[in-house]
């Protein structure tokens, strides 16, 4: 069975830190590229970060710049997303994706092989 299971969300104070894991099962986890996603309350799910695989290059999207890193260690089937300086409007539900190209489009959404069922991250102000 086909698994990606996301862990680590909470409730932090703005300023504060999280780290987020998504973990892989069931599919051969190196040969993916793997995204986070997130969805806030009224709004559309974006993209947010990306990590290749074997490479391990990252792409992010413009507003996590500086305080987001995505990283990967395929031994444990794991990606990281660690958020720094966090701030109200990253809350959230996030999700990670398991798919063959970085893409933050709806399209590149919609290609996106597998889904985990997401970890909420609140952020107060």
């Known amino acids: 069975e086909v698994q990606l299971v996301e862990s680590g969300g909470g409730l932090v104070q703005a300023g504060g830190s999280l780290m987020l894991s998504c973990k892989g099962s069931?599919?051969?986890?190196?040969?993916?590229?793997i995204s986070w996603f997130r969805q806030a309350p009224g709004k559309e799910r974006e993209g947010v970060a990306c990590?290749?695989?074997?490479?391990?290059?990252?792409t992010y999207t413009d507003s996590v710049k500086g305080r987001f890193t995505i990283s990967r260690d395929n031994a444990e089937n794991t990606v990281y997303l660690q958020m720094n300086s966090l701030k109200p409007e990253d809350t959230a539900v996030y999700y990670c994706a398991a798919g063959d190209a970085c893409g933050f489009t709806q399209t590149s959404m919609s290609s996106m092989d597998y889904w985990g069922e997401g970890t909420l991250v609140t952020v107060s102000s």
């Open positions: 990590i290749s695989s074997p490479y391990r290059s990252a």
């Open positions: 069931g599919f051969t986890f190196e040969h993916f590229v």
